[in-house]
């Protein structure tokens, strides 16, 4: 007799041993995916009760929901304490243990408006998530009035009491104690400033990297000296000794000193608060650098603003790229009525849009985007952050100082002046996505939808949570290499089947369309013709770009980036092998027959 693997729906030629406790699994599955109210879910297992008796009568017995939710009061609102360890518990099996000898998380903590409209209420999670992986988990929530936790020794009390006990005594998995620790700490400036008790944005001393001093100008404090002592994390722990014990002969000198203005209740289990908090890419240079180059140019601020004619010509040209967009992205390029943007918009803007959209500006403007671009571009990729770390840093201070020459010295703010500490932080952690904000970006926008209740909505989320946990990590199986079966072309000397799609380094190429663009091996551009299951493996057929070069030489040439201006699309076919794919590539339209190819760096 054959079962179903856990959490898949069995084939047709599958048996099912017990049929009663396989409706109650998949019903519990379905519910737990969300997108289905408690009363439809009521409704159901009301009309299923004659043929499955087995089945409960509500959403509430299905699902467990617990009938009580502790939740603590924290001054200026309630906090609700999950913890790290029920979360790692479904998490973590075999397979994670078999590659990993120690368990490490990300943690993030950010300020979410529940909703929009009537009374004001904030949710202020602790999220985490294991390090490399995408599956955000929440620790905890506090949820006050309208206002982020004024008391962070009562926020983090209960976090920092998990984390001292699981570094003490281990995360235990089947009586084995491994190692357990917190990898990066990936906030915004606001929040890290909150949780660290350091200066904000407006503060002189605002910079966490360095010890810049800042000056006020036009309202703006604005960060000028690019080699400033480094700050450490000695530095840091001794600075908050000194407020303790102000007579104590401490670190550095009076005027430094002025960074820190609290103790952090962190220190009760981290004493690596300027190594271990990451300078996210995220709100630092998408929402917030490019974001600010943009709102320069566009709305009117210096003698580089655009006119209403290059305005509507760049949106026109970004709206064009729409049908060149690959898949990999969530949004497409569209008209740009405001340059309020998401984040997700902006770095497709700066990575690969920009650098065609913005070639007819005034030439240092472009030459300004460049370099902006290029220090991404570099620190975006695994490969070439190795490689180029040195060149993004350059690149990016470069940047500041003709931002500076360019827009004035109001532009030189503290997402500008970070940049500065961008290439390191890269050169120490690896590439700039590895520590993005983005995966716990999508976790607030999830808790935003699971909330209806205005009267109780910490408890709600608290009992959703909860519920959710108790489902089973769900194995997908692997994602078929071929896709989508066609009718062979019979013009086609290969013997074998053939398909419209393929995935390789979890990338999807297809035959037609935006998707059909790769760089190969040998370096050569080729659009992706027919895909064939041949005897001796799968074969790609293509064309390739016969005419290849850079597509700019400043500040670095192009093609040392892998982004090449093509051209001559070859009439004959060429076979490859999926082994031959370097990368998926993006094929930006410049005119009828060249284009710009720019790889994706996800794929890189």
């Known amino acids: 007799m054959i079962i179903a693997e856990r959490n898949e729906v069995p084939r ?41 008796p087995n089945l409960p009568l509500s959403y509430k017995t299905l699902v467990q929901t617990p009938k009580h939710i502790h939740v603590a009061d924290c001054g200026n609102g309630s906090m609700w304490y999950y913890g790290i360890v029920p979360q790692l518990s479904r998490q973590l099996g075999h397979d994670y243990f078999v590659h990993h000898n120690e368990v490490l998380i990300d943690v993030n903590i950010d300020s979410l408006p529940i909703f929009d409209q009537g009374r004001k209420t904030n949710f202020v999670p602790i999220l985490g998530r294991l390090a490399d992986s995408s599956e955000v988990f929440i620790i905890g929530i506090f949820c006050g009035n309208g206002s982020d936790p004024q008391n962070m020794d009562v926020f983090l009390a209960d976090y920092v009491e998990e984390v001292n006990m699981l570094r003490s005594n281990g995360f235990v998995f089947e009586n084995i104690a491994y190692n357990f620790d917190v990898r990066h700490y990936i906030l915004d400036q606001k929040a890290r400033a909150s ?9 002189y001393f605002c910079c966490e990297k360095c010890t810049v001093r800042g000056v006020d100008y036009m309202q703006r404090m604005c960060l000028l000296d690019q080699n400033c002592v480094l700050r450490t994390d000695e530095s840091l722990v001794d600075m908050a000794a000194s407020l303790m014990m102000p007579k104590r002969e401490h670190y550095d000198d009076d005027e430094t000193d002025e960074h820190v203005i609290g103790v952090s209740p962190l220190f009760k289990c981290e004493n690596r608060l300027v190594s271990k908090f990451r300078l996210d890419s995220m709100h630092l240079v998408y929402k917030g650098v490019f974001l600010r180059w943009l709102d320069f140019l566009w709305n009117g601020r210096g003698a580089y ?12 040209t970004l709206n064009s790229f729409r049908h060149y967009c690959p898949s990999d992205f969530n949004r497409k390029p569209f008209a740009i009525k405001s340059v309020k943007l998401k984040a997700t918009e902006l770095r497709r803007i700066l990575l690969y849009d920009g650098i065609v959209l913005f070639k007819k500006l005034d030439h240092n403007l472009y030459k300004n985007f460049l370099l902006l671009h290029c220090g991404i571009f570099i620190l975006c990729s695994p490969t070439l952050c190795a490689i180029l770390n040195d060149e993004a840093n350059d690149f990016l201070r470069s940047f500041v100082t003709h931002a500076e020459e360019i827009f004035g010295t109001e532009f030189i703010v503290y997402n500008v002046h970070s940049l500065v500490h961008l290439a390191l932080e890269c050169k120490e952690h690896g590439a700039l996505d590895g520590f993005g904000a983005f995966p716990f970006e999508n976790c607030l926008g999830g808790i935003k939808q699971r909330i209806f209740s205005r009267s109780k909505p910490l408890q709600e989320m608290a009992k959703r949570e909860i519920e959710r946990s108790r489902r089973p990590k769900k194995f997908n199986p692997p994602e078929r290499q071929l896709q989508m079966p066609c009718l062979n072309d019979e013009n086609e000397p290969v013997a074998g089947p053939q398909f419209k799609k393929i995935v390789v380094k979890g990338a999807t190429l297809a035959t037609k369309g935006p998707d059909s663009c790769c760089e190969m091996t040998d370096g050569s551009v080729v659009q992706v013709q027919n895909i064939i299951a041949a005897e001796n493996g799968t074969i790609i057929v293509g064309k390739k770009f016969s005419r290849t070069m850079d597509f700019y030489e400043y500040p670095i040439p192009s093609s040392l980036l892998g982004i090449r201006k093509v051209s001559d699309l070859l009439a004959c076919s060429t076979y490859w092998t999926p082994e031959d794919v370097k990368n998926k590539c993006y094929l930006l339209p410049l005119n009828d027959n060249e284009y710009v190819s720019v790889p994706l760096l996800h794929c890189t």
């Open 12 to 52: 047709e030629d599958q048996e099912i041993a017990d049929p009663e406790q396989f409706v109650r699994q998949q019903l519990l599955e379905w519910t737990l995916a969300g997108g289905v109210s408690m009363s439809k879910v009521d409704d159901l297992l009301k009309r299923l009760k004659p043929v499955h």
């Open 195 to 203: 949780v660290k008790c350091v200066k904000g944005v407006r503060g």
């Open 305 to 316: 603003s655009l006119s209403p004619q290059k305005k509507a010509e760049i949106s026109d």
